[in-house]
């Protein structure tokens, strides 16, 4: 299968595990090894401002959102579009940061647009590529505008509507699907 990375991984209507209903996901490692990603839509509640004392050992008044990125812990991730602070670019201009230096940086830069995300989602060899024969999950090309705002229910809807109408769009043999289909 080719490599899904940099692509939404959105969860089907059918998929009931709960750590995974209605989410978005952006897929940042994909291989015959397994995959890696990240919840786009699930703001925890905390804020850099909460835990910036106990994670840096000082202060940072900002109140930006914290997401959960998904249920194996895992470090403090930023996603953003500076360059010189990346540790892996996603998608053209999208990069991803763990080292705790270069996301203090970004924190005192009060770099935007940025998600900053908790823990993430990972799948074994061949687990992911198993769930999408079972249906578990549609994939789409990521968005950098959509990643970086972050969401909450309402971008697992939106991203899915788009999802449907591209499918749709490819069974009709439709090239270019109108915003709004009644003034055709």
Excluded: C
Aim: charged share 20%; proline share 6%; hydrophobic share 45%.
């Amino acid at each position: 299968m080719k490599s899904l990375k940099g692509h939404f991984l959105v969860a089907s209507r059918s998929l009931s595990d709960p750590n995974f209903v209605r989410t978005v996901l952006l897929i940042i490692e994909h291989s015959e090894a397994g995959a890696a990603g990240v919840i786009l839509n699930r703001p925890t509640g905390a804020t850099i401002a909460k835990i910036s004392e106990e994670v840096f050992d000082e202060v940072e008044d900002w109140e930006k959102p914290i997401f959960l990125g998904g249920p194996v812990p895992g470090p403090l991730m930023a996603l953003h579009s500076v360059a010189a602070l990346g540790d892996q670019e996603v998608i053209e201009g999208l990069f991803t940061t763990v080292d705790p230096e270069k996301i203090r940086d970004l924190i005192r830069q009060r770099a935007e647009p940025s998600l900053f995300l908790a823990n993430y989602a990972g799948w074994g060899a061949g687990q992911l590529e198993m769930e999408l024969a079972q249906e578990s999950w549609v994939f789409t090309p990521a968005d950098i505008t959509l990643v970086l705002e972050g969401g909450d229910a309402s971008m697992w809807e939106a991203i899915m509507r788009r999802v449907s109408a591209s499918i749709l769009a490819n069974a009709l043999g439709i090239e270019e699907l109108p915003e709004d289909p009644t003034v055709n």
